[in-house]
């Protein structure tokens, strides 16, 4: 320590200097491993030393003095093998040289820097603990993702696909927006899944049961064929007249069977989106044609048909495909009513279409069996409708060449009737051929 003032110090006997030079003095109370110069022309070199400092010269406190970069700058220089830093002062041609040992200082980094490696440890260790907790209960919700996937994956499809959507559900409370987006599209993308897997399992029993059903209408008319001609083959009946009965009942069969061949490549040209005609078609001449036949079939039936006022009946259809969705919709009329119950045939416009509904007072279709009426070998009356020659394709067609015009239908059934309406497109803009105008609908008969 230097100290430069010259005031007095009375009755402070342990402070006096023991080393002055000039203005300059040096107090005996130095630090520990301190050491002290004063350098003047009169006294030479005086060295003060605290406790357990090293051996030191005048010689060695020259040379490091001289090393100094100039008054009051700091600067380290070696004292034999111990780092040493210093400062020299200077005052009225009289200089002093002090130095503390680095020792001490080294000492305390080191201790410093063990203790903040040893906390930097416990912390980084600490905060990677923290940090795999949490990072492992952030993850808990996508391993429940994967477990369940590999349910799915390791089992039958179609029994864990439920499950594993189960599994897969997680609450948005309890996870990150991230997961439960994530688990939101799984669920859904199984959900498509379960609803494809039920969907397939639906078209695979309409294909059995329509194969079963097919083969068994096919199988009918060949069988009488092929018995009656086995019959006239062997000549067992000679009389020309029973011959001429077999001959007629082998006609009617192979008509039967060309119809029944006819209707399921229509709904198989339906099925695979070919395109209809398109051309103007007037539904009201569509419609008079049908009622014709079935009077004709049955004269004594009650028909009557209504057009609303100022309703145009004119569309852009397929004219033979519509001609045969109401020929079927009354012939199954007519099979399947008594002659006694009347029939109504409605016509008018609803926004863009042309609604028609054909209703009848018959005893109505069962309720359980009106989810699956426009099914293909589809019958109310399985047994009535084979005896009366119904083939179960009728009500099929009438919905999918409806469907093929981009219009609906739909049924309603009961004790007092049944009522099935037709929603076809009207054809607006349609360029009508010369003579036959929108506005020449029959009148309401």
Same mark, same amino acid.
């Given at each position: ?134 990072? &492992? *209960? /952030? @993850?808990?919700?996508? =391993?429940?993702?994967? !477990? ?6 390791? $089992? ?76 006239? &083959? *062997? /000549? @067992?009946?000679?009389? =020309?007249?029973?011959? !001429? ?6 006609? $009617? ?193």
């Amino acid at each position: 320590h230097a100290d430069r003032d010259d005031g007095q110090r009375a009755g402070d006997d342990s402070a006096a200097p023991s080393v002055t030079a000039g203005p300059i003095r040096i107090s005996d109370s130095l630090p520990d491993g301190s050491v002290a110069a004063v350098f003047s022309d009169e006294r030479g070199v005086q060295i003060a030393t605290g406790p357990q400092a090293p051996p030191v010269t005048s010689d060695q406190l020259t040379s490091i003095a001289n090393a100094s970069p100039g008054p009051n700058q700091p600067f380290s220089y070696p004292l034999d093998d111990d780092a040493f830093r210093w400062i020299t002062t200077t005052s009225e041609g009289h200089s002093a040289l002090t130095g503390l040992p680095l020792e001490p200082v080294d000492q305390t980094i080191g201790r410093l820097t063990v203790l903040m490696a040893i906390v930097g440890g416990l912390a980084l260790v600490g905060v990677a603990g923290g940090g795999y907790l949490v990072v &492992r *209960r /952030g @993850l808990r919700p996508l =391993g429940r993702l994967a !477990d369940g996937a590999r349910a799915i994956a390791d $089992s039958d499809l179609e029994a864990q696909v439920g499950a594993g959507r189960q599994r897969l559900s997680l609450r948005r409370e309890q996870s990150s927006a991230e997961v439960a987006e994530l688990s939101a599209a799984l669920s859904s993308m199984l959900e498509e899944i379960d609803n494809s897997i039920a969907a397939r399992d639906q078209a695979n029993e309409r294909l059995r049961r329509f194969v079963a059903d097919a083969s068994h209408e096919l199988r009918t008319p060949l069988a009488s064929i092929r018995a009656y001609s086995e019959l006239l &083959r *062997r /000549g @067992l009946y000679r009389d =020309g007249e029973q011959s !001429d009965l077999f001959l007629g009942r082998i006609e $009617s069969e192979s008509v039967r069977l060309g119809a029944l061949v006819n209707d399921l490549l229509l709904l198989a040209r339906l099925d695979q989106g070919r395109a209809l005609a398109q051309e103007p078609v007037d539904v009201m001449s569509v419609i008079d044609d049908a009622v014709c036949d079935l009077l004709a079939a049955e004269p004594a039936r009650l028909v009557q048909v209504r057009v609303a006022a100022d309703t145009n009946t004119v569309i852009v259809a397929d004219a033979d495909r519509l001609r045969q969705v109401f020929t079927n919709l009354l012939a199954n009329i007519r099979v399947h009513t008594p002659t006694e119950a009347a029939v109504t045939i409605s016509v008018e416009a609803a926004d863009s279409d042309l609604v028609v509904a054909v209703a009848d007072e018959g005893p109505g279709i069962p309720e359980q069996a009106q989810e699956s009426i426009f099914d293909r070998f589809s019958r109310a009356d399985s047994g009535r409708a084979r005896e009366q020659g119904g083939s179960g394709l009728g009500l099929a067609i009438v919905q999918s060449v409806v469907l093929a015009h981009g219009g609906a239908v739909s049924l309603s059934s009961s004790a007092s009737g049944t009522t099935i309406t037709l929603r076809l497109p009207i054809a607006g803009e349609t360029q009508l051929p010369a003579g036959l105008s929108a506005d020449a609908a029959p009148a309401a008969q």
